[in-house]
């Protein structure tokens, strides 16, 4: 049954796709920004030789897992100023503004917050001990990102 209209409403939007030669009509949409389970229903109105029908369905979206690197010092001064970076970005590299990152560095945390080139940067003094320090970066995550971590480590001289 091909040339026949389908319509799939999906988040409060419904647009037709026609049936190709096997009968089958799709269409690609964006999928809704937030997380959570969106409900689709699916009709053919109908025709001459064919009686109306409908279907629904669910579209699951799941959180997305951004980019998260850390970019800053990875050597210092012992008891000096010493500066913490890292980036957050969609896995596609757009920049998420706005978030907060957390640096734990010698068992202290630090945060800071994401600017518009997705950059979170916190000044700290060094440890007093020369050594090699790791440094946990992470962003625990918000209603459209998971939570994601990655370490580090600064030499401490």
Avoid: C, E, H, Q
């Amino acid at each position: 049954m091909s040339g026949k209209s389908v319509s799939f409403t999906l988040n409060g939007t419904t647009t037709s796709a026609t049936t190709n030669n096997s009968g089958v009509a799709s269409l690609t949409r964006s999928a809704p920004a937030a997380a959570g389970s969106y409900p689709i229903a699916i009709s053919f109105a109908g025709d001459s030789g064919y009686a109306t029908a409908s279907a629904s369905a669910a579209l699951k979206v799941n959180l997305a897992t951004p980019s998260l690197k850390y970019t800053g010092a990875t050597s210092a001064t012992r008891s000096k100023s010493v500066t913490l970076t890292a980036t957050l970005k969609t896995s596609a590299g757009v920049a998420l503004a706005g978030r907060t990152v957390t640096f734990k560095l010698n068992s202290v945390t630090y945060s800071g917050v994401t600017s518009a080139t997705g950059t979170a940067s916190v000044a700290v003094t060094a440890p007093a001990t020369a050594a090699t320090y790791s440094i946990a970066v992470a962003f625990a995550g918000d209603a459209g990102y998971n939570a994601t971590s990655t370490s580090a480590s600064v030499r401490v001289r």
